[in-house]
């Protein structure tokens, strides 16, 4: 372990304020969102004013770009908490129904905000009389910005790490829960799965997205972008849970590794089956949209 990396002094919040007992703190992580919001809206934006790389005109007006901002954000917080009841400890909330809306006790699913997107779009694209192909598109387009600042907030909150690792860029985690690796005497490092996901999800499919709508004419056809998005999340998340630590409920002592689906001692994690059915939709999107162009 003399080659791992300790955690750097970082504190989840960016300012704190107290105000009698009240105190009033801004995380990094609502700070990720906020911003990767942003970032999204003002590339949305800026996608609507460039006609041209549109078959035709585009699909919304900069100003609806507005109105469906909104709508997302209901979904993304809707959705992600109600695919973490469902999905990660559906039995812990059936017996604490109270539980449920209390976001800020953490604990929010990538999959379910994008279900709740999903929602958003296909709702907006309606309302507006738009093609439900190139909205998505947008969203597409938008979305890893997010996913990039969201994932280095976990790491800096230091949760969601990865699994025991002796590889030199290994993290040593602070906490109780992190330090809990049977077998390890010494401090225990482990992988900064965190950064995968921001490297993967974030930087390179973002980068890919952005080279194939403003460069390459992607937006021209139709479900295209969502195709890549599907299938680029989908791979990066089956990737990256072979070194992320699987949630504590699905692990006991004959599943160190929290497999949800066991093929002797292999198996795929909670993240792993739920980001399969992406990469086929992806698979299946990307082949239809060729066919379309």
């Known amino acids: ?7 750097p002094d970082l504190s989840p919040d960016i300012f704190s304020v107290e105000i009698g007992n ?57 959705g992600g908490r109600l695919g973490y009841v469902l999905f990660y400890q559906p039995g812990y909330y059936l017996a604490n129904p109270l539980e449920i809306p209390a976001i800020w006790q953490g604990g929010m699913s990538f999959h379910g905000g994008f279900l709740g997107v999903g929602l958003a779009i296909w709702l907006n ?31 800096i909150n230091a949760e969601l790490w990865g699994r025991p690792s002796e590889v030199p860029w290994a993290v040593i985690f602070p906490g109780a829960a992190a330090q809990d690796c049977p077998g390890v005497a010494e401090l225990c490092a482990r992988h900064p799965s965190q950064l995968y996901e921001a490297g993967l999800e974030g930087l390179l499919l973002g980068a890919v997205l952005v080279w194939l709508a403003f460069f390459r004419g992607g937006l021209k056809t139709p479900w295209l972008l969502t195709a890549i998005f599907f299938l680029g999340y989908g791979l990066a998340r089956v990737f990256v849970e072979a070194f992320r630590q699987a949630d504590p409920q699905y692990i006991t002592a004959d599943n160190p590794f929290g497999h949800v689906i066991r093929f002797g001692e292999a198996g795929m994690t909670m993240g792993q089956v739920l980001s399969l059915p992406m990469v086929a939709i992806g698979l299946g999107l990307l082949i239809w949209s060729r066919r379309q162009a």
């Open 1 to 7: 372990m003399l080659a791992a990396i300790p955690f």
């Open 22 to 78: 009240f105190t009033f703190a801004l995380r990094w992580y609502a700070m990720a969102y906020i911003v990767g919001i942003v970032i999204g809206w003002r590339m949305g934006v800026m996608a609507m004013n460039r006609p041209h790389l549109w078959r035709g005109e585009p699909p919304l007006k900069p100003e609806h770009v507005d109105d469906l901002l909104t709508w997302i954000i209901i979904g993304i917080i809707a």
């Open 125 to 155: 694209a309606r309302r507006f009389g738009a093609d439900l192909g190139s909205v998505a598109d947008i969203l597409a387009l938008c979305t890893p910005p997010g996913l990039l600042l969201g994932r280095i907030a976990n790491f």
